[in-house]
Structures are given as C-alpha cells and as structure tokens.
C-alpha cells in the first residue's frame, strides 16, 4: 500500500504511539530512557512500511511535537539526538560490510550523539554544576560514563535488528490477516 493515505494515516498513528510514550516518561519518570526507546523503534515500522523519507518526517514530527508535550525534556531531547534518530539510520550503518568497521561507526554515532545531548541538556537547564560534580568526585567521569554506556547501546541495537524480524513474521501477518 502506497496511498497517499495510507502513508499519513501510518504516520499519524505512529506519531501519536510516540508522542503517548514519550508524555509518559514524566508520569513514570523510571522509564525516562526506555520509553524514548520504545518510541524511536516504532520510528521502524514507518521507514519498512513507506520508505525513510516518510520516517523522517514522522520523527522530525514526534521531535517537535515532544517538546511540548513531554514534561521530561532531557529525554525528549535523547529522542531527538538518538533514540528517534538512530532506529531510521540503522540500515545505513548495516549496510557496512565490516563488522568491525560496523561497530565503529554505530559506536561513534551514539557516542556523539550522547554527547551533544548531555551538552544541550547541561546549558539548556542549567546542570553545568552535575557535569563539575561528576568530574570531581571521578576524573573524567562523563566520559566514564559514556564508555561504559557503549556495551547497553550495542545490546539496544540488537534489539531493534530482533524487532525487524519480529515484525516481519508476528507482527505484520496478524495485521494483514484483520483487513
């Protein structure tokens, strides 16, 4: 299906499953990272059903729109620097045909892509003084952080590889099967 409507009616309701996860996050602060994820791996089934062009503005609209409407911005703005991002970029970053070199790259995207976060997190909300404390209580301690942080990135990118699959042979069955 490649109707016009089709494709706004997949992306309306994919924009408003992220957006219910993402206002989540500030009723359950616990999942401030793990809803952001949930939400950036629906970002998937947009790029697989249309195409990625249409993901990309799926998500520059669930990032526009989370800002408002998410009470916990430090994670709205994780879900536009990497956990909306990264899901419709995977195929790119896949098509590396050097595991090596493959890993390189998806570690060096998060890497940067957290680090930018965490920057934009401490001017934007005035957390200058957490990113000091850290550092003095742990030389170099973001960037401890960060490292240490690289191992949950590479399992959260095995997930979304897993989630591709499941949605080929559960998922998208059962729903062609209800028309």
Not at 91 to 104: N, P, S, V
Not at 144 to 158: G, H, K, R, S
């Amino acid at each position: 299906m490649n109707s016009t409507s089709y494709k706004v009616a997949l992306g309306g309701i994919i924009s408003a499953l992220c957006l219910v996860s993402m206002f989540l996050t500030g009723v359950i602060p616990i999942l401030s990272l793990t809803l952001p994820m949930v939400a950036g791996t629906l970002m998937m089934i947009v790029k697989e059903e249309v195409s990625t062009g249409w993901a990309f503005l799926t998500y520059t609209s669930v990032s526009l729109l989370s800002l408002f409407v998410t009470f916990d911005k430090e994670s709205s703005i994780m879900f536009i620097f990497l956990f909306g991002l990264y899901p419709i970029l995977k195929t790119i970053f896949d098509k590396i045909k050097t595991k090596f070199l493959r890993g390189f790259f998806k570690l060096l995207y998060y890497n940067i892509s957290v680090t930018i976060a965490f920057q934009i997190t401490f001017k934007l909300f005035g957390m200058e003084e957490l990113a000091e404390q850290m550092n003095q209580y742990f030389e170099h301690g973001m960037l401890i952080l960060l490292i240490a942080t690289n191992p949950v990135f590479l399992m959260y990118d095995y997930v979304l590889s897993n989630f591709i699959e499941i949605y080929y042979k559960k998922l998208k069955p059962k729903m062609t099967n209800s028309k």
